[in-house]
């Protein structure tokens, strides 16, 4: 999980609006990442969440995507912290039932 400041709503808009588009190819071509999802929570502050298959895909992915994701942020000014940890619950209704 990461949780993101900007100094501003437009840099926050501004940064998802990038991140649509070059980093969804990124996500799928160059991660072990299985689903990923980024939460605007207002006042510039955005919240992402990655899931994977294994804690080593985790690993694998992580060394890299970090400095990626940690120069793009800085780009727009955004200030990063990262959080890991273990899935102790989860939930998700089959809507398909």
Known sequence: MVSIKFPSQQKADAFVAMMKTSWLEKLENETLTVEQTVMKTGEGKIVGFGCYNSEEDFLKTSRE???MWDD?????DG???WHSGEVVMQYKRDLNS
Do not use: A, P
């Open 65 to 67: 995507l970090k400095k």
């Open 72 to 76: 793009f942020i800085k780009s727009f």
């Open 79 to 81: 200030l990063v912290e």
